[in-house]
């Protein structure tokens, strides 16, 4: 199976599960506390299995966005590092 296939359904189960969450948190007093019990209790496990692999689909575009080493030679910091350097020598 392709990945963005296997990425909107794990989107999908992991909108459903956290749908489940909070409604048997917002309608906990509506619900038995058995049922409430187990219902919360697999969605919580099912609710973290998604997210880890969410996160792990979506590993590269978090690297890309959030994990960027200081001084990695991008353009932009060229770029801003000549500026600055322009602007000192025209004091």
Same mark, same amino acid.
């Given at each position: 199976?392709?990945?963005?296939? =296997?990425?909107?359904?794990?989107?999908?189960?992991?909108?459903? %599960?956290?749908?489940? !969450?909070?409604? %048997?948190g917002? /309608? !906990? &007093?509506?619900?038995?506390? *058995?049922?409430? &019990?187990?219902? $919360?209790?697999?969605?919580?496990?099912?609710?973290?299995?998604?997210?880890v &692999? $969410?996160?792990?689909?979506?590993?590269?575009? =978090?690297?890309?966005?959030?994990?960027?080493?200081? /001084?990695? /030679?991008?353009? *932009?910091?060229?770029?801003?590092?000549?500026?600055?350097? !322009?602007?000192?020598? /025209?004091?």
């Open positions: 199976m392709k990945k963005v296939k =296997v990425l909107k359904i794990v989107n999908l189960l992991l909108f459903l %599960t956290f749908i489940s !969450q909070a409604s %048997t917002i /309608g !906990q &007093t509506y619900i038995g506390a *058995d049922l409430l &019990t187990i219902i $919360h209790r697999i969605g919580g496990i099912l609710l973290l299995i998604f997210a &692999t $969410h996160l792990i689909l979506n590993w590269g575009w =978090v690297k890309a966005n959030f994990l960027k080493a200081k /001084g990695d /030679g991008s353009k *932009d910091e060229e770029r801003r590092a000549g500026s600055i350097e !322009q602007s000192a020598k /025209g004091k």
